[in-house]
Nanobody, 120 residues
């Protein structure tokens, strides 16, 4: 079992920055979970489907959806078992609940989400 908890959301003006964190805990499956499994950030705006934002693989390569490329950076710290999403130059259209996700042994795990609101 893996428990994920996001933090770091909030209200920010357009052009501002936030750093989201996703902490992992649980059974031995949760140990070094972000360095041994592909991990992702998703977001869901009101009335819209959940969408993928960024991913990182165990061997390092990352990828981003086009609308956030160059503004968002995904990373992880294995010592603290935490994944991050650094978000710069935020835009009102980035407003959403952000979720972290990791798939371990073909089982997906999700955090409860953290709200990010960007005012114009």
């Amino acid at each position: 079992q893996v428990q994920l908890v996001e933090s770091g959301g909030g209200l920010v003006q357009a052009g501002g920055s936030l750093r989201l964190s996703c902490g992992a805990s649980g059974s031995t499956s949760a140990s070094n979970v972000f360095s041994t499994n592909t991990a992702k950030w998703f977001r869901q705006a009101p009335g819209k489907p959940r969408e993928w934002v960024a991913l990182m693989t165990p061997f390092g390569p990352t990828n981003y959806r086009a609308s956030v490329k160059g503004r968002f950076t995904i990373s992880a710290d294995s010592t603290s078992n935490t994944m991050y999403l650094q978000m710069n130059n935020l835009k009102p259209e980035d407003t959403a609940v952000y979720y972290c996700n990791v798939e371990v042994n073909m089982t997906p795990y999700w955090g409860p989400g953290t709200q990010v609101s960007v005012s114009s």
